[in-house]
């Protein structure tokens, strides 16, 4: 809107600030149906007035559109291929009975949190604060979705910027499982970009990486087009999604570190000064924006970390309840029905053969990050339930150790233990029950740098059912 436009219906005048007044006036509508009235009252906090040039830069072109007919090309091939790869994956997925249990359980939780996920789903394809499937890159599932705060917010300046990596397993992992968290951060003034990335078998933990990899890239460099703030920029993987953004994170300081300048490698003059560097001479030593993507830092690249991007562009790193070692993992995993061989298959290397230990973050940091490659990582946030039976919290704790012994600070990198809490739990019942969300405050609290965040969340459904559906949740 510009100034303050007035529409007018049934006589009665209402401005910008009323339509944004919780959904009060929605789209100029009086009169409604009972089915629109349940939707504005599910999305009475997201609902405002329509937007228009010059309220926020909005979906930024691409350099290069598809023709209309090879648009459709394209979606007809990626229909084919899903359905290829759904076959494919059924081969893996059901050759034993675990995982046939496993999916029939997964079913079960469905369905019993059916009145939350009922919710997301309107909220997902009737926001008007959500831009979905955004391209950032060439290969299939190069998509973002893009969680715009309130104008409210957007009127104050840059807003600060999440990039947010979903889980899956790495099979069935997609970037709408982020509507819950990327609502709730941007009703609180965050814009947040949910990436999208290629699915075992569509392509393994590298086609993943690559994706990751492409999607902070794009964001990094036209994220002001949706009113980001450059220096407010963070990083969160969720599961899968915190295995995939830790590994691509090292690699980036890794392959920087070998390529700093004189200017980077005096700040770094002993070990010591280069862990201890200050966020202020952190940025200094890190490559402009515009130059993302065009200068290559090393000859060769570290293993991840294609295309190159630079960590020092990043605040924050938030990992939630991620997999950091997968050579231990692999074997707790295929008691659990993920069997060796799949996962096996899932972490191949450019060569096609299996990789654990270089795909795994704890290891990488505990063998080949030096002092000077851990001055260009952020501060990291570990969130990890102690109750998680997907990935015991010893992952995360032999992670943060591995990055102790590289020499980061412990006052740089924490990790907060959730008692009682599993897999899931805190990225979607504990929403959904309402009341304080812990990982929402911790991630609020990074944003605004240190200050403590308590909010206090509406209840999407009764707490009894979520018990039941925690209870039969596989993961």
């Known amino acids: 809107m510009h100034g303050e436009p007035t529409a007018t219906m049934e006589g009665i005048k209402y ?11 929605i789209r100029g509508r009086s009169l409604e149906s009972p089915a629109h009235s349940l939707r504005r009252r599910i999305l009475s906090v997201d609902y405002e007035d329509e937007e228009e040039p010059g309220d926020y830069a909005g979906e930024p ?40 249990l496993k999916f029939i359980r997964l079913v079960a939780f469905t ?16 926001s008007p604060r959500l831009q979905r499937s955004i391209p950032f890159g060439t290969k299939p599932r190069n998509r973002l979705d893009v969680y715009l705060p309130r104008k409210k917010w957007r009127r104050r300046g840059p807003c600060p910027v999440v990039i947010y990596v979903t889980g899956g397993c790495w099979t069935i992992g997609y970037k709408a499982w982020g509507a819950l968290f990327g609502r709730r951060l941007s009703q ?28 902070i890239t794009w964001v990094l460099a036209n994220l002001h087009l949706y009113g980001g703030d450059p220096e407010e920029v963070f990083l969160v993987g969720q599961s899968a999604g915190g295995h995939l953004t830790s590994l691509a994170l090292l690699a980036q300081a890794l392959q920087h570190e070998e390529a700093s300048s004189p200017s980077s490698s005096s700040l770094a003059s002993s070990n010591k000064e280069a862990v ?26 570290v293993l991840g970390g294609s295309p190159t991007w630079d960590p020092r562009h990043l605040k924050g790193f938030v990992g939630v309840s991620g997999a950091y ?31 654990l230990a270089e795909l795994s973050p704890s290891l990488v940091a505990d ?11 952020p501060p990291m946030l570990i969130l990890h339930g102690d109750a998680d039976k997907s990935v015991p919290i010893k992952n995360a704790r032999e992670y943060i150790l591995a990055l102790y012994k590289a020499g980061i600070p412990q006052s740089k990198c924490i990790l907060k233990e959730y008692v009682g809490k599993t897999h899931t739990q805190p990225i979607i019942e504990d929403p959904m029950r309402g009341g304080r969300d812990e990982m929402m405050d911790e991630v609020l609290k990074m944003i605004k740098g240190g200050r403590e965040c308590v909010n206090v969340q ?10 039941v559906a925690t209870w039969i949740c596989p993961f």
Request: proline residues 7%; neutral net charge.
């Open 15 to 25: 401005s910008d600030d009323s339509a944004e007044d919780f959904g009060k006036i």
């Open 61 to 100: 072109a691409m350099p290069e559109t598809p023709k209309e007919l090879h648009f459709w090309a394209r979606r007809l091939a990626d229909l084919w291929l899903i359905s290829a790869l759904a076959l494919q994956l059924y081969t893996y997925l059901f050759s034993g009975v675990r995982w046939f």
């Open 111 to 126: 369905i019993i949190l059916l009145p939350g996920f009922s919710q997301m789903v309107l909220f997902y394809f009737f």
């Open 188 to 215: 609180r003034g965050v814009l947040v970009f949910c990436l999208d990335y290629r699915n075992f078998p569509q392509g393994s933990c590298m086609d993943m990486l690559q994706d990751i990899n492409t999607g």
């Open 276 to 301: 201890e560097m200050t966020e202020e001479e952190r940025k200094s030593t890190r490559r402009p924006i515009r130059e993302i993507n065009t200068k290559p830092p090393t000859p060769t690249t």
């Open 325 to 355: 070692n997968l050579v231990t993992l692999s074997d707790h995993l295929h008691k659990r029905g993920l069997y060796r061989n799949l996962f096996a298959s899932i972490m191949t290397g450019p060569k096609g053969t299996p990789m």
């Open 367 to 377: 063998t080949q990050l030096t002092p000077a490659a851990a001055a260009m990582l």
């Open 458 to 467: 509406f209840a999407m459904m009764p707490s009894v059912l979520i018990d």
